[in-house]
């Protein structure tokens, strides 16, 4: 609209050259710039891939906050634009950056494989496969520098590879302490336990596996439920089972696809926390390392990563380990059955009934889905099943009993791990030994979590149904009502009557229904929601909506009145609230409208090419007239399609090859369909639905 | 045709002498159940944010201390509060007070028991309470109509609302009637919300099915009740489909006029009464008007009952001046092509010749001399032996003037361009009678719809819109 893109580009770099520190009044001075020209987007975003990939190493940093900062805050089309080659830009920098800096990249990686922050957009910030590809190059040069570093250094535990960023641990700095088996006793000191898990445990590997299930923060229980039960060997075996954990993410950052060994490491990092986390009995630490004696691995791949020693908690997850190429399949099998007769807890019954410890699944669902309260609709989070189902041949085969002690043991394992450390009281028998299963399921608040396991094993088909203790009375997950409950109404009683007596009687108790029935209030537009799940999802939409309004640019962009709706289209029309309850009840009419809509609602952007903003549509002469499409975020010409460069009305180009028999194209051209919102039908024909 | 690149006309509209005098910002208490009357000036602004407590303006609620505050200018409001609450002032109102005494509790109950209606049409699958609002000038109709709309939606509904007032427009220009339904809040600064803009609007718009009416009296002329009986079919249809506004009902707002009777006749609203099929009568203020009004419809059978309540009227109604009335248009208008307060709109300006536009002029009733017989409202009365339209073309005498574009083609008959819904407004802003050229704001920078165009008398010239 106003300069040519070459200035515009000029003006960008000109103010790039400038910045050479991590100045925030510059990026987001660059970043408005980058907003208010979003019509030059392209050459913008040239602009700043060459800034990044020319500029001394030192800058290159600051330019790529300016990079995240605008796909964050604008978005499309520069996510587009810069999504394109954004595996070179990023590599480039990354593969000359020093350590330090590398970190923080991998720390913007990671934000960019996440929903823009506040946004109620789902999708990623860039697409999965964008940021698949950079991971994947990221892995392999971990796994050269482990290499290096292993050959360097005699002990493997140094590792120094680069960060793996973890959003809500501070990042520490220091290399990963060795595990000193000699200077680590179990202690109750919860510092110890607070680098234990984490500083060990790399979670966030590979971006294709859900976030890891073990934040830091929700496992570190009170000190005071810490066990020092046993002293043997408990911190080799830890260290052993880093080891192991290093030695697999060593195999799978060789083969990064193989989701086998995936999910043996997400598997070995879980039972890592449950092991540092919790304290075991003596017994059954001594059984574990009997197993992973047997199960130790032959020396691996990477020279020094070949520890004859034993490791303890993968016996559990062994199925995986079959299918896993990289790891050394010759002992595994015998293992397994092995494995899982011994994983019987001969524990002594244990008195800790009191100890009532949220389930795993709950535990999990608030890992993985924090704001997500009412998943109870499925039951099995994907990934826990995943390791399961995916588990190979030798699961059948097995006698019930292992397999409820794998379940059982694995839910006391994690029972006690998960309990918040608000709800727990001080334990007064330190003790949580892992239960029988007849006790677990006679002890209510422990049955929730075995039970759920056993359900969820069942459900998948690891489980015969004959192995399950007892019937699932009292979950508290699949009890929880997902129903709506109670509707606005408070249950005061309605007398009025539309007479002019009754208009007088005072109604204070009928306030309420306008004011506390709706207790969830938007404090941008004061509008009340009910507190149902129901009435908060449309909140959310609500404050969404509020969100994609709020464009400052407005006045920049023409906006304009627009005609009214004819009489007919009135008729049909169905009001768009911007907190629709499901589908806007658009559902008849938008079946019956449909095949009309097909060509009409075809849409092209509006094209920053001079000479096509002004060309008319070549049949009927006329001139396309920009409109802001919701869905695609954008200006756009409705009723619009792009044929061989040249741009038509929809419903021109489809007459006129309907009489020339050439089939038109019938999508919408959409670089932007990334960043679409949900499909919703169109409104009305070419009426765009605003708010 | 073309558009004029040069002529750029600004977006925001010249500020009529806005100068700040006093800022000072102070508090106001509200104990519960008062309420809190200003007037706000034209040319002044004022700025009220709710710190505490909850607090409604005709019904919609204020946002909890919001950051930014409402902005009101040429208003004249109330500020309710059920439970209490303190408000934070800021500028200079014509007047303000805190009145004690209300009626907001009769119209909550009068909301109550809509509701009541809404819940059982809901049940058995029909149609909702079907309400319309009559009373003398200045008896708070539109204040009544917009409470009821606002807790209607606060109750989750979506009334149709029906504007039959072409005084003061309801999302469009005066000497328009309107029907919308409402989902989404009625927006408290902008009067009702507005119609769609080509952009996101951070005020919820709302769809309106818009007529023009051209006249500033439903008693002037003679296609008020063809245009009536237009617009309940619509409304109808559109309820037959629509299930939430079907539940909900309508509320339709009438003017003044309509109330005032002849001899005791109201055929006005006996019309309307009629071709909407209402059955909720809510009388404002005037006893003799409900007195009639009940006698009338006391004894009619079941299945057409039609309930007659008496509102009183609410000690904060002021009579409304004609130059404020007139300012009040002037605001729609102005609103209508540039917008309003941040939200400011891209007209667009076109230079037409003479020939290319199709006006029709509305002939009023004083002007042709026809004996009109009142009751009779079939169609054949306004047919084709009576001119409704004159087509006339351009003359200096229509500059500032609003003209209505309708979605009827040039050659259709007057009663088809008479029931045509208007696709928007185009305004006049010069008049070259040399050269035959016409310079017209239009909303939009498309060219102008080759459609028919109604000029009527009302509403007044605009002068200044464009300058």
């Given at each position: 609209m106003s300069l040519p893109s070459a200035e515009v580009a000029a003006d960008f770099k000109d103010a790039l050259q400038d910045l050479k520190i991590n100045s925030r009044p510059e990026i987001s001075n660059l970043t408005i710039i980058a907003k208010e020209n979003t019509e030059h987007a392209q050459a913008i975003s040239r602009e700043l891939e060459n800034h990044i990939r020319t500029t001394r190493p030192e800058w290159k940093l600051p330019a790529l906050y300016v990079l995240d900062s605008i796909v964050k805050n604008v978005g499309t089309p520069y996510t587009v634009y810069l999504g394109r080659n954004l595996y070179r830009t990023f590599m480039d920098a990354y593969s000359l950056m020093d350590p330090g800096t590398r970190k923080a990249m991998e720390g913007l990686l990671k934000t960019w494989k996440q929903p823009v922050p506040e946004s109620m957009d789902p999708r990623p910030v860039f697409s999965a496969d964008v940021t698949r590809d950079i991971e994947n190059a990221l892995i392999k040069y971990r796994t050269v520098a482990i290499q290096q570093q292993a050959l360097s250094q005699k002990q493997g535990m140094q590792y120094n590879m680069p960060a793996r960023p973890m959003p809500n641990t501070p990042w520490r700095n220091t290399p990963t302490p060795p595990l000193n088996a000699t200077r680590y006793t179990p202690s109750n000191d919860p510092r110890v336990r607070q680098f234990q898990p984490f500083s060990q445990a790399p979670p966030s590997y590979g971006g294709q596996y859900p976030p890891p299930a073990t934040p830091p923060t929700s496992f570190q229980p009170p000190a005071s439920y810490q066990q020092p039960s046993s002293s043997i060997d408990l911190d080799k075996l830890k260290s052993d089972l880093d080891k192991i954990i290093t030695a697999t993410q060593a195999a799978w950052a060789l083969t990064p696809s193989d989701v086998p060994i995936q999910q043996k490491l997400k598997a070995l990092l879980d039972l890592q926390t449950i092991l540092k986390t919790q304290a075991l009995p003596p017994e059954q630490l001594r059984q574990i390392q009997i197993q992973v004696q047997q199960l130790s691995p032959p020396p691996l791949p990477i020279p020094s990563y070949a520890p004859p020693v034993p490791v303890p908690p993968p016996a559990i997850q062994s199925p995986q380990q079959q299918a896993t190429p990289a790891f050394p399949p010759a002992n595994t099998p015998l293992d397994l059955a092995q494995l899982f007769a011994n994983a019987r807890p001969p524990v002594p019954p244990a008195s800790t009934p009191t100890v009532s410890a949220p389930s795993l699944a709950e535990m999990l669902r608030r890992t993985t889905s924090p704001m997500q309260p009412t998943a109870t609709s499925a039951p099995i989070p994907p990934f826990f099943s995943a390791p399961y189902s995916a588990a190979p041949p030798p699961a059948p085969a097995l006698t019930p009993t292992p397999t409820n002690n794998l379940a059982q043991l694995l839910a006391q394992f994690s029972q006690p791990a998960a309990a918040p450390p608000v709800s727990r009281p001080p334990p007064p028998q330190n003790t949580p030994l892992p239960q029988l299963l007849p006790q677990a399921s006679a002890a209510p608040p422990t049955v929730g979590s075995a039970e759920w396991l056993l359900n969820a094993l069942k459900a998948q088909n690891v489980l015969p149904a004959a192995g399950t203790p007892s019937a699932p009375q009292g979950t508290p997950l699949s009890s929880e009502p997902m129903t709506r409950q109670g509707s606005a109404t408070t249950g005061v009683q309605n007398d009025a009557e539309l007479t002019t007596a009754s208009m007088k009687k005072p109604r204070f108790n009928l306030i309420s229904r306008l004011y506390e029935a709706f207790p969830?209030?938007?404090?941008?537009?004061g509008r009340r929601f009910e507190s149902t799940p129901q009435g908060k999802e449309r909140k959310a939409r609500h404050m969404d909506w509020h969100f994609k309004v709020k464009d400052p640019d407005l006045a920049k962009r023409g906006i304009h009145r627009s005609w009214y709706i004819s009489e007919k289209e009135w008729i049909e029309y169905r009001e768009v609230d911007e907190a629709p309850p499901e589908q806007a009840s658009n559902g008849a009419t938008g079946a019956a409208a449909a095949p009309k809509k097909e060509t009409r609602d075809n849409y092209v952007l509006v094209p920053t090419d001079a000479a096509l903003v002004h060309a008319p549509c070549p049949i009927c002469q006329e001139k396309f007239e920009p409109q802001w499409l919701v869905e695609a975020n954008d200006f756009v010409w409705m009723d619009a399609v792009k044929v061989n460069g040249k741009i038509y009305h929809a419903t021109c180009w489809e007459e006129y090859s309907r009489g020339a028999g050439i089939a038109a194209?019938?999508?919408?051209?959409?670089?932007l369909g990334k960043r679409k919102a949900e499909v919703s039908p169109i409104g009305s024909g070419k009426k765009v639905r605003a708010y | 045709m073309t558009t004029l690149p040069g002529l750029n006309l600004s977006s925001i509209p010249p500020e009529t002498l806005a100068t700040p005098l006093t800022l000072q910002t102070r508090t106001q208490d509200l104990p519960a159940g008062t309420e809190y009357r200003f007037e706000v000036a034209f040319s002044r602004t004022f700025f009220i944010r709710l710190l505490s407590g909850t607090a409604e303006f005709f019904g919609t609620e204020l946002a909890p201390s919001s950051k930014d505050s409402y902005t009101f200018s040429g208003t004249k409001g109330a500020i309710y509060t059920w439970h209490g609450c303190k408000l934070e002032l800021v500028g200079e109102a014509e007047s303000e007070y805190l009145a004690e005494e209300t009626m907001m509790m009769s119209y909550a109950n009068a909301h109550f028991a809509l509701e009541n209606l809404r819940e059982k049409a809901a049940q058995v699958g029909e149609t909702g309470p079907r309400v319309l609002v009559v009373g003398p000038e200045n008896a708070g109709k539109t204040s009544l109509v917009k409470i009821l709309t606002s807790y209607a939606v606060k109750a989750g509904r979506q009334p149709v609302v029906v504007n039959l007032d072409p005084r003061q427009g309801i999302l469009s220009v005066p000497g328009s009637l309107t029907a919308a339904a409402f989902s989404s809040i009625v927006d408290v600064e902008e009067g009702w919300g507005s119609s769609p803009i080509s952009g996101p609007s951070p005020i919820p718009v709302k769809m309106p099915l818009v007529y023009h009416y051209g006249l500033g009296s439903p008693e002037d002329g003679k296609i008020f009740k063809p245009l009536v009986t237009r617009m309940a079919l619509a409304v109808t249809s559109r309820l037959e489909e629509d299930k939430l506004s079907k539940q909900a009902g309508f509320i339709i707002d009438s003017s003044g006029a309509v109330s005032h009777g002849k001899a005791g006749l109201y055929e006005n609203i006996e019309h309307i009464i009629s071709e909407f099929s209402v059955n909720a009568l809510f009388v404002l203020g005037s006893e003799r008007l409900f007195s009639d009004m009940s006698r009338k419809y006391s004894n009619r059978p079941p299945d057409e009952k039609v309930s007659v309540v008496r509102l009183d009227k609410s000690g904060g109604c002021v009579d409304r001046d004609e130059n404020y009335m007139k300012q009040l248009r002037q605001a729609q208008i102005r609103s209508y092509f540039f917008g309003n307060g941040e939200n400011a709109l891209n007209p667009a300006t076109h230079s037409v010749d003479y020939d290319e536009l199709n006006i029709f002029r509305l002939i009023e009733a004083s002007q042709v001399n026809t004996s009109f017989r009142p009751g009779d409202d079939d169609d054949d009365v306004y047919?084709?032996?009576?001119?409704?339209f004159e087509k006339v073309t351009p003359s200096p005498m229509m500059q500032n003037s609003l003209l209505a574009i309708t979605t009827a083609g040039v050659n259709e008959r007057q009663e088809v361009i008479r029931d045509s819904s208007v696709l928007g407004y185009i305004y006049v802003?010069?008049?070259d009678d040399t050269k035959k050229k016409l310079r017209l704001l239009s909303p939009q920078t498309g060219r102008i719809p080759p459609n028919a165009i109604i000029l009527g008398s009302f509403p007044e010239d605009a002068p200044g819109l464009v300058s």
């Open positions: 969830n209030q938007c404090v941008t537009c194209p019938s999508t919408p051209d959409s670089v | 047919g084709s032996s009576n001119e409704l802003a010069d008049v």
